[in-house]
T-cell receptor, first 115, second 114 residues
Framework: AQSVAQPEDQVNVAEGNPLTVKCTYS??????LFWYVQYPNRGLQFLLK??????LVKGSYGFEAEFNKSQTSFHLKKPSALVSDSALYFC?????????????FGTGTRLTIIP | DAGVIQSPRHEVTEMGQEVTLRCKPI?????LFWYRQTMMRGLELLIY????????DSGMPEDRFSAKMPNASFSTLKIQPSEPRDSAVYFC????????????FGSGTQLSVL
């Protein structure tokens, strides 16, 4: 079975500081990994994905994520946080060997950027 | 393209009533997913379709829930009878293909069962 864990329910960061939102995953085969963001009263929006290749993936709005196979992690990062980055962030995983298109989401991390 | 369109945006109903949620996926997308979001359980996959055919409904909580996709441009999620514990935000999402494609989410339906 595939699963993903987001160990922090809430992350607070001062504006201009670097931010990290943590994610670890568990799959039996090779993972496809995704980050999505949800703004209030909206559906989830795609930020970035890792399929294969470079471990550092760049996405929308200046976000990037680093795939670490040995630590089974896929942390979301941004060098300088903006107040507008405040939102709910979800990590998600698909198991390439699992044979279907199911995308399993984490429980989400609420990111608050403090002006 | 207008994106994934869900209706209604908000639904308030009484326990025991039938509820029907609607979704129009993005044209050309072969996959359609129904998710439920609650504070306690996060985002749960209920069912997904490929080319209008249900592929995996193992996430459907119980027989009170049913989903259909009569054509490529329309899907419904029905709850009959509804219960207060069904209160949640229900999202529909579509995707061009499977595996490594991103999902496009609708704005969701906020369901409150009194």
């Amino acid at each position: 079975a595939q699963s993903v864990a987001q160990p922090e329910d809430q992350v607070n960061v001062a504006e201009g500081n670097p931010l990290t939102v943590k994610c670890t995953y568990s799959v039996s085969g090779n993972p496809y990994l995704f980050w999505y963001v949800q703004y209030p009263n909206r559906g989830l929006q795609f930020l970035l994905k890792y399929i294969t290749g470079d471990n550092l993936v760049k996405g929308s709005y200046g976000f990037e994520a680093e795939f670490n196979k040995s630590q089974t992690s896929f942390h979301l990062k941004k060098p300088s946080a903006l107040v507008s980055d405040s939102a709910l962030y979800f990590c998600a995983v698909r198991d390439l060997n699992f044979g279907n298109e199911k995308l399993t989401f984490g429980t989400g991390t609420r990111l608050t950027i403090i002006p | 393209d207008a994106g994934v369109i869900q209706s209604p945006r908000h639904e308030v109903t009484e326990m025991g009533q039938e509820v029907t949620l609607r979704c129009k996926p993005i044209s050309g997308h072969d996959y359609l997913f129904w998710y439920r979001q609650t504070m306690m359980r996060g985002l749960e996959l209920l069912i997904y379709f490929n080319n209008n055919v249900p592929i995996d409904d193992s996430g459907m909580p119980e027989d009170r829930f049913s989903a259909k996709m009569p054509n490529a441009s329309f899907s419904t999620l029905k709850i009959q009878p509804s219960e207060p514990r069904d209160s949640a935000v229900y999202f529909c999402a579509s995707s061009p293909t499977g595996y490594n494609e991103k999902l496009f989410f609708g704005s969701g339906t906020q369901l409150s069962v009194l």
